[in-house]
């Protein structure tokens, strides 16, 4: 079993629509969780993290855990097609700093 | 503020060769720690170091290895070099709200 799996996708919405990500991990004692976004040919970049169930919200990009369901999403409202890349999907079970990582899920927005 | 600076960006090598990849990680983070990417097999880790000790490693064979100097810098290194060892080698550094990576080293194996 995968430490994280991601829907590969493509996840195709249409511009100015919310986009969905959705990601599941399989350390119930995971700590805490992490959000990339990866342009092709480009090197991941932190978008945002979330260690405490909930939402948290950072300009269009909400993020949302649920540890008990051991679950984690990414809202991106108002789609725009900039947005267009591979979403990687990251977790970190300790104080060390090694992250898990999922495969990504590529969405694509549409004009 | 300088960002994560990895070097060469990419290298062409021939198999049975070795290669070191270098990475200069954000000023003040003494955390580095090195990824491969594959598009088969994603983002996989191989180590971290922190204050010159490695403390996490992934599961690489012994071909590959690293190192971090007293001023933060790390290099890892590949020995006998196979076709499969072809990707995109990323390090990153930070603490415990991210990774922030650098560019990448692209390396192919011919």
């Known amino acids: 079993q995968k430490e994280v799996e991601q829907n590969s996708g493509p996840l195709s919405v249409p511009e100015g629509a919310i986009a969905s990500l959705n990601c599941t991990y399989s350390?119930?004692?995971?700590?805490?969780f992490f959000w990339y976004r990866q342009y092709s040919g480009k090197s991941p970049e932190l978008i945002m993290f979330i260690y405490s169930n909930g939402d948290k919200e950072d300009g269009r990009f909400t993020a949302q855990l649920n540890k008990a369901s051991q679950y984690v999403s990414l809202l991106i409202r108002d789609s725009q097609p900039s947005d267009s890349a591979t979403y990687l999907c990251?977790?970190?079970?300790?104080?060390?700093?090694?992250?898990?990582f999922g495969s990504g899920t590529k969405l694509n927005v549409k004009p | 503020k300088a960002g994560v600076t990895q070097t060469p960006r990419y290298l062409i090598k021939t198999r049975g060769q070795q290669v070191t990849l270098s990475c200069s990680p954000i000023s003040g983070h003494r955390s580095v720690s090195w990824y491969q990417q594959t598009p088969g097999q994603g983002l996989q880790f191989l180590f971290e170091?922190?204050?010159?000790?490695?403390?996490n490693k992934g599961n690489f064979p012994g071909r590959f290895s690293g190192r971090q100097f007293s001023n933060s810098r790390s290099e890892m290194n590949v020995s006998t070099l196979e076709l499969g060892d072809s990707a995109l080698y990323l390090c990153?550094?930070?603490?415990?709200?991210?990774?922030?990576f650098g560019s990448g080293t692209r390396l192919t194996v011919v």
């Open positions: 350390d119930r004692g995971s700590q805490s």
């Open positions: 170091y922190f204050s010159e000790t490695q403390r």
């Open positions: 990251a977790v970190k079970k300790n104080n060390f700093n090694k992250f898990y």
């Open positions: 990153a550094s930070g603490d415990s709200y991210g990774y922030t």
